[in-house]
C-alpha cells in the first residue's frame, strides 16, 4: 500500500509530517490523508515524494525503496550495485575522514542560520569535488547521488547517527523561514591529524568562504549546473572525473597555469 510506504520513508529519513507537507504544497492535514490511504496523491505531489526519498519515480509508485543504503565497514570492500539499490562499504580511513571534516565544518559554520543539513550536502559535494578538479586527488571521496535536491553524500546519514551515538554531535530541529531545518552542532573538536597537509585544509576554508553564506535553494540552483550533477542520471552516483568537463561558472581550476 503506497500509503504505508510514503509513511515507511518519512520515518526512515527523518521527516516530519509538516515538513512534507510544505515541500509539496499542501497543508499538514492534508499530507495525513495521504499516509492514512483517505486522499490519493497527485502527479506532481508523486514525483516530489520520490525526488525527496531519492527513490526513483516508477519504483516509488510501486512503493520499491530504490534509495541508496549505505553500510559502515571495519575493512576495505568493494561496491556492490545492483538494478534496485546502491550498497556503499565505507572504508575505516575515508570514514574517520569524513567525520573528521564534518566536525570541521560544523565547527566553523554550522552556527550559521541558512546551514541545515541540504546546506551541508553541498558543502561537502563541493570541497570534494572542487578538490578533485584542483589537484586530480579526493579528498574524503564521498559518493554523491543526483536527486531533486543536487547531490547529496550517500553516507552521511550512517556516519551522522554513528557520530550522534558516539557524543560527537548533536542533531538539533529547528525552523530556517517557516521551513523544517535538521542542524548538526559539533560536540567535540575536530581532529585535523586525520587531513593529509595544510592544502587540504585550506581548500576546505575557501569552500566554506565562498559558499556558507548560500540558502539551501541558493546552492541547490548552483549545483544544478555544475557538469557532474548534470551529466548522472536520477539516483545514480555522480562521476569524479566530469569536474574536469566543468563551465567556467562553476570551475575552480586556473587550465592556463602549467601545473
Same mark, same amino acid.
Given at each position: 500500500?503506497?500509503?504505508?510506504?510514503?509513511?515507511?520513508?518519512?520515518?526512515? %529519513?527523518?521527516?516530519? #509530517?509538516?515538513?512534507?507537507?510544505?515541500?509539496?504544497?499542501?497543508?499538514?492535514?492534508?499530507?495525513?490523508?495521504?499516509?492514512?490511504?483517505?486522499?490519493?496523491?497527485?502527479?506532481?505531489?508523486?514525483?516530489?515524494?520520490?525526488?525527496?526519498?531519492?527513490?526513483?519515480?516508477?519504483?516509488?509508485?510501486?512503493?520499491?525503496?530504490?534509495?541508496?543504503?549505505?553500510?559502515?565497514?571495519?575493512?576495505?570492500?568493494?561496491?556492490?550495485?545492483?538494478?534496485?539499490?546502491?550498497?556503499?562499504?565505507?572504508?575505516?580511513?575515508?570514514?574517520?575522514?569524513?567525520?573528521?571534516?564534518?566536525?570541521?565544518?560544523?565547527?566553523?559554520?554550522?552556527?550559521?542560520?541558512?546551514?541545515?543539513? =541540504?546546506?551541508?550536502?553541498?558543502?561537502?559535494?563541493?570541497? &570534494?569535488? &572542487?578538490?578533485?578538479?584542483?589537484?586530480?586527488?579526493?579528498?574524503?571521496?564521498? =559518493?554523491?547521488?543526483?536527486?531533486?535536491?543536487?547531490?547529496?553524500?550517500?553516507?552521511?546519514?550512517?556516519?551522522?547517527?554513528?557520530?550522534?551515538?558516539?557524543?560527537?554531535?548533536?542533531?538539533?530541529?529547528?525552523?530556517?523561514?517557516? %521551513?523544517?531545518?535538521?542542524?548538526?552542532?559539533?560536540?567535540?573538536?575536530?581532529?585535523?591529524?586525520?587531513?593529509?597537509?595544510?592544502?587540504?585544509?585550506?581548500?576546505?576554508?575557501?569552500?566554506?568562504?565562498?559558499?556558507?553564506?548560500?540558502?539551501?535553494?541558493?546552492?541547490? @540552483?548552483?549545483?544544478?549546473?555544475?557538469?557532474?550533477?548534470?551529466?548522472?542520471?536520477?539516483?545514480?552516483?555522480?562521476?569524479?572525473?566530469? @569536474?574536469?568537463?566543468?563551465?567556467?561558472?562553476?570551475? @575552480?581550476?586556473?587550465?592556463?597555469? #602549467?601545473?
Amino acid at each position: 500500500m503506497l500509503a504505508k510506504f510514503i509513511q515507511e520513508q518519512r520515518k526512515k %529519513h527523518n521527516l516530519t #509530517q509538516e515538513f512534507l507537507a510544505s515541500e509539496i504544497g499542501i497543508s499538514r492535514p492534508t499530507y495525513m490523508q495521504i499516509e492514512q490511504g483517505e486522499r490519493d496523491l497527485t502527479i506532481t505531489e508523486a514525483r516530489k515524494l520520490a525526488d525527496i526519498f531519492s527513490i526513483a519515480f516508477t519504483n516509488f509508485l510501486q512503493g520499491k525503496d530504490s534509495s541508496a543504503i549505505v553500510k559502515i565497514e571495519k575493512s576495505k570492500k568493494s561496491a556492490k550495485e545492483t538494478e534496485q539499490e546502491i550498497r556503499i562499504s565505507v572504508p575505516q580511513k575515508n570514514l574517520n575522514k569524513f567525520k573528521e571534516v564534518l566536525l570541521y565544518v560544523l565547527s566553523k559554520v554550522g552556527s550559521k542560520p541558512n546551514v541545515g543539513e =541540504t546546506v551541508l550536502y553541498k558543502l561537502l559535494y563541493f570541497i &570534494d569535488f &572542487d578538490y578533485y578538479e584542483k589537484f586530480e586527488e579526493q579528498l574524503i571521496g564521498a =559518493t554523491y547521488i543526483k536527486n531533486h535536491f543536487g547531490p547529496t553524500p550517500v553516507e552521511f546519514k550512517a556516519i551522522v547517527d554513528d557520530m550522534i551515538k558516539k557524543g560527537e554531535i548533536a542533531k538539533v530541529e529547528s525552523k530556517y523561514f517557516n %521551513h523544517a531545518q535538521k542542524k548538526y552542532l559539533p560536540v567535540r573538536d575536530p581532529d585535523l591529524t586525520k587531513l593529509k597537509d595544510a592544502r587540504e585544509l585550506r581548500h576546505i576554508d575557501e569552500v566554506l568562504a565562498r559558499l556558507s553564506d548560500k540558502n539551501a535553494a541558493e546552492l541547490s @540552483v548552483y549545483s544544478h549546473e555544475d557538469v557532474p550533477w548534470l551529466v548522472a542520471e536520477d539516483n545514480k552516483p555522480l562521476d569524479y572525473e566530469a @569536474v574536469f568537463y566543468r563551465a567556467p561558472k562553476t570551475s @575552480v581550476r586556473n587550465y592556463d597555469e #602549467q601545473d
